[in-house]
């Protein structure tokens, strides 16, 4: 089953990216097909507007309906469609998770509109949620300039999620924000040489003892979840369970 990735925005360039790496080889051997397109391409003046004042006041521009509501009509079409998942980013949307990622990558087909200026006139979303199935999510609590790059982080947690996707899907089980680890953080991660620039791999990971080596990664786990994500920990007893 193939997926189809549509993205429209007014720098479609951002999506070339998606021929390199993992991403270029899953698009050769099938698994999925991109499309970037132009949002401009579906205005009529001569200066290819795509935005306008805020209605109401306020700073700053607003993306028109209009070239939206066209590209939408050619591009996923005019009937109604539960199955295709369209994608909205914005600062405020539901913040995006593992979990929103797993689900994704079982979608036959995601359309990422990626919005410019202050946002997107709200009857475009308004219009895609009398359509097809619409998700808007945040990345984060930060502004970014466009949901270009926010488009980007979420095809590459989900298509590396899809089934023949990652060569070694064992690797997929033991991610933290899964629940092979318990929703804890990752433990650190070391390689060869055992000692480098003074730095020394720990003891109990050269011992050969894979019961040892299991706990030193949980208690590493539990310690680092504790420190950096308290809000990952159960908040009855304040440890991870
Ligand atoms: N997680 C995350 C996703 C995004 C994101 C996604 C999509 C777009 C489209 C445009 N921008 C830029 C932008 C800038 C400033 C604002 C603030 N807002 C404006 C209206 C009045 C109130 C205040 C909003 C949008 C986007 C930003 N940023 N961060």
């Not at 397109?37 to 579906?42: A, E, F, G, S």
């Not at 001569?46 to 209009?66: E, I, S, Y």
Request: hydrophobic letters at 40%; aromatic letters at 8%; one cysteine or more.
């Amino acid at each position: 089953m193939t997926m189809r990735l549509d993205y429209l925005s007014i720098f479609p360039a951002y999506f070339d990216v998606l021929d390199i790496s993992l991403l270029g080889k899953a698009a050769v051997n099938g698994l999925v097909e991109v499309h970037a397109h132009d949002l401009r391409d579906w205005t009529h003046d001569r200066h290819r507007t795509v935005d306008d004042t805020p209605c109401g006041g306020g700073a700053g521009m607003v993306m028109k309906p209009d070239p939206w509501g066209e590209a939408f009509d050619e591009i996923i079409g005019t009937e109604p469609d539960s199955s295709v998942h369209v994608i909205f980013p914005s600062p405020s949307g539901a913040p995006f998770t593992q979990s929103a990622a797993q689900e994704l990558s079982s979608a036959v087909r995601i359309v990422f509109c990626c919005g410019r200026y202050e946002g997107i006139d709200h009857r475009v979303i308004d219009y895609a949620r009398s359509m097809w199935t619409v998700h808007e999510v945040s990345l984060g609590d930060y502004v970014l300039n466009g949901g270009e790059v926010a488009a980007l982080a979420i095809t590459e947690a989900v298509v590396r999620l899809v089934p023949g996707f990652m060569g070694n899907p064992e690797s997929l089980a033991e991610e933290s924000f899964s629940a092979g680890q318990d929703g804890l953080l990752e433990y650190p991660l070391f390689t060869r040489p055992v000692s480098w620039r003074g730095l020394d791999v720990p003891e109990v990971l050269m011992s050969g003892h894979h019961g040892r080596i299991a706990k030193w990664r949980r208690d590493e786990s539990v310690r680092l979840t504790c420190e950096r994500r308290p809000d990952l920990t159960d908040s009855d007893f304040g440890v991870p369970h």
